[in-house]
RNA sequence: GGCCAGUUGGUGAAACGGUUAACACAUCGCCCUCUCAAGGCGACAUUCACGGGUUCGAAUCCCGUACUGGUCACCA
């Protein structure tokens, strides 16, 4: 059997969609599941439309989610170029449209687009379909020489038979049967020398062995044409795997052209590449097992191209959010601390520490950017209303408060050792030989610790992090606070 | 408009002619609990776009209708 091998060809157009991504990822676990070769190809076909930078963009993006390719431009290959206008430049794709001419399976073309277009419109009116028959393709050899001679612009143009129909198999769709008649001649060289996307593509994946073509499934319909160039070279045809798309809501699909998010904008968001990896690869695909978190290894295993869905599939970011808190939560805690000290950087300038607050934050933070706001109290306690104090199921008030942490306080003072076993003891040993519930104790402490309705830790967690002098001190203020009050 | 494809809950989805129509997110309860989370438990589609048919039996097969998407570029 050969060796299978997948290419992603994107075109250097700017910002790396998750729909992109998606079939990247795909093209990359199709290829690693049968430990086959997994190649970047850049598709720059369009002179107008090159965007700077973008060829970075796709590096970094692979890069970042472990995507790595076996071949491509940044690190060659034995099938390179891997960009198509240097393949151009070789002169490949002109030569591969010379032979289809002489094969008599493509022609020299002459007609301007707005000829065409104009003739499509007219027809529009009175037919159900347009089919185009190109006049040229019955020029005469010297007709066409003369011309090409004076400097005329021409393409060069596939020969369709509209005898018939072309099948093929997809293997998510099926088979997949059109008539002949409904194809038009698509252009293989364009007037300026460059190769269609079509062209360049059915030509590179041959040439690159490509075994699996992996790609959106807006490529349906063109198949049969890509097809017809395969058969006119006698190529062997390779295995098609159109995928269903990643849509916005029921009707639009995530693009860039709206600005939805890309892959750049959830890492900024502070969503992991892996979470973010893990969570595309389930739209549109779902596992055999009833399982949803999958390292990139372990979706490797995993993948199979017989499960994957003709739908389009919604993205839906409050399932990610789940999904990165999945991530976050699964880490170990010295890595999680890593990970996380530049956001606590972020709101916490005081030398609190970082362990000490990550801590608290792993169970609470889904998003890396929602860790800033949850410790805008560290450095400054904030100037809170006393109705805090007030909290039913703990049952304390403002008077109970009080009382809890004048209580607490000579506890905590006397204390020698300012760690976690000391602070529960004293604390949960006072409201227990009290007969108290602990919330009376713990609650009211919190608050004047973080002056926060809701905090990433406890009052235990938090004293940890201010250490005895500041939490003595926030403690303090807290009093004087109640008092004033009354 | 022609052609091609799709249609299971708010979302991702399972099911490959016979199940109480899995599971996960979200939502809503309850429990746990020093807040909030996390965690635990439970609720949530009498029904698989609709209409016919085939069959003892259909979400699953066939036909039609509706709706949605794709395509019909010297864009990819």
Known sequence: MKKVRTRFAPS?????????????????????????????????????????GATDIIYNTLAACNLNHDEGPDIGGEYGPYVQSERMKQGIYAKYAGMLVNMGKAHVCFCKEEDIQAQKEAAGDKEDSFYYHDPCKHLSHEEVQRRMDSGE?????????????????????GTITVDNSTLDEMILLKSDGYPTYNFANVIDDHLMDITDVVRGN????????????????????????????????????????????????????????????NYIALLGWSPAEEREIYSLEELTKAFDVKRINTSGAIFDVEKLKWMNGEYLRRMDDEEYCKLVTPYIDQAVKKPYSRQAIAVGLKDRAMLLNDIPPMLDFVDELPDYDIDLYFNKKMKTNPEISLESLKEALPVLESLEVWDRDSIHDALIGLAQSTGRKNGVIMYPVRVALSGKASTPGGAIELALVFGKEESLDRIRKGISKLENWE
């Not at 807006?218 to 006698?234: H, R, V």
């Open 153 to 173: 612009p021409f393409v060069i143009r596939q020969n369709v038979d509209p005898e018939g129909q072309t099948s093929f198999d997809d293997e998510v769709y």
């Open 218 to 277: 807006e490529y349906l319909s063109s198949t049969p044409k890509y097809n017809l160039i395969y058969e006119a070279f006698g190529w062997e045809k390779p295995r098609y795997i159109h995928c269903p798309p990643v849509m916005k809501d029921e009707q639009h699909k995530l693009s860039k052209r709206n600005g939805d998010a890309s892959f750049q904008d959830l890492v900024a968001k502070g969503y992991l590449p892996e979470a973010i990896l």
């Open 12 to 52: 250097p157009t700017g910002y790396m969609h998750i729909g992109n991504l998606r079939t990247a990822l795909y093209a990359y676990l199709i290829a690693k599941k049968d430990d086959g070769d997994f190649l970047l190809r850049i598709e720059d076909t369009d002179q107008e439309r090159q965007v700077e």
